[in-house]
Nanobody
Framework: QVQLVESGGGLVQAGGSLRLSCTASGRTFSTYTMAWFRQAPGKEREFVSAIGWSGGNTNYADSVKGRFTISRDKAKNTVYLQMNSLKPEDTAIYYC?????????????????WGQGTQVTVSS
């Protein structure tokens, strides 16, 4: 099994930055695709970004391209989401997810394991 724990959320003004972290436990973490999703109040959970097992293959939602950067440290079993130029519409609970997926897909159904989420609030 894999367990995921997110951290790094908080309150920030528009234009500011935050870095989210997700630390995984489980021996297969290094071969799994890792992803971030988010869910705003009253909305469905949506894809944000994903990174393949090697770290060289990434995928981003159009809404965050050029502002967010995903990376992973396999030695620390951790994936990061650097969020810059934050906007009020980025406000949501951010979830880390993983699964035995070969490519960094945006399909939520492909991810088997989820963290509890961390709140990100961007004030205008």
């Amino acid at each position: 099994q894999v367990q995921l724990v997110e951290s790094g959320g908080g309150l920030v003004q528009a234009g500011g930055s935050l870095r989210l972290s997700c630390t995984a436990s489980g021996r297969t973490f290094s071969t799994y695709t890792m992803a971030w999703f988010r869910q705003a109040p009253g909305k469905e959970r949506e894809f944000v970004s994903a990174i393949g097992w090697s770290g060289g293959n990434t995928n981003y939602a159009d809404s965050v391209k050029g502002r967010f950067t995903i990376s992973r440290d396999k030695a620390k079993n951790t994936v990061y989401l650097q969020m810059n130029s934050l906007k009020p519409e980025d406000t949501a609970i951010y979830y880390c997810a993983t699964g035995p997926i070969a490519i960094p897909t945006m399909l939520i159904s492909q991810y088997s394991y989820w963290g509890q989420g961390t709140q990100v609030t961007v004030s205008s």
